[in-house]
T-cell receptor, first 112, second 114 residues
């Protein structure tokens, strides 16, 4: 099946630092979604991207749909303690049966 | 925020028991999904439905079954639970017509089989 490679797997940063994570695929995607999941909860949608090159912000979060349509990144600026959690990229490939595929997740830990 | 609800949130049962995890959404979404997730790991699609009386198996093989008799309801059933079924089960829905679309997730049902 389709696979997404998400990196890094984990990040340990100081409060106030900026964060960057990305996802890549070997196939073309027509939708990229970024989710955040807190322990014991379901994923919450942060940003949705539908067009190649699209750059979208949600507060301190910014995500971009790569021009090649095979990658996407998420940036978090000026991190705060509540940013702690696991961030997942997800996408719909132009192949397959419209099933959302998830990356492996990036676990973000913030030292105060 | 999405209106999608899962019950129970937590369930601890013995081997061999039959269990049903409930999922309901009040948004009138046609598409509904079940994902299985081990703690801190990626999500794996186990079942999906594009409408009433439509169900399909996902990418990860699962011994569970689902039904979609009503648009708003998408329960998942395990006829005989085993310790290997211990996991978190996440239900999601999407209202977008055609390909793609944002999925909205419930809070999950964490199942422990002893």
């Amino acid at each position: 099946g389709q696979q997404l490679n998400q990196s890094p797997q984990s990040m340990f940063i100081q409060e106030g630092e900026d964060v960057s994570m990305n996802c890549t695929s070997s196939s073309i995607f027509n939708t990229w979604l970024w989710y955040k999941q807190d322990p014991g909860e379901g994923p919450v949608l942060l940003i949705a991207l539908y067009k190649a090159g699209e750059l979208t912000s949600n507060g301190r979060l910014t995500a971009q749909f790569g021009i090649t349509r095979k990658d996407s990144f998420l940036n978090i600026s000026a991190s705060i303690p509540s940013d702690v959690g696991i961030y997942f990229c997800a996408g719909f490939s132009i192949q397959g049966a419209q099933k959302l595929v998830f990356g492996q997740g990036t676990r973000l830990t913030i030292n105060p | 925020e999405a209106d999608i609800y899962q019950t129970p949130r937590y369930l601890v049962i013995g081997t061999g028991k039959k269990i049903t995890l409930e999922c309901s959404q009040t948004m009138g979404h046609d598409k509904m999904y079940w994902y299985q997730q081990d703690p801190g790991m990626e999500l794996h699609l186990i079942h999906y439905s594009y409408g009433v009386n439509s169900t399909e198996k996902g990418d990860l093989s699962s011994e569970s079954t689902v039904s979609r008799i009503r648009t708003e309801h998408f329960p998942l059933t395990l006829e005989s639970a085993r310790p290997s079924h211990t996991s978190q089960y996440l239900c999601a829905s999407s209202g977008r017509q055609g390909p793609g679309g944002e999925l909205f997730f419930g809070e999950g049902s964490r199942l422990t089989v002893l």
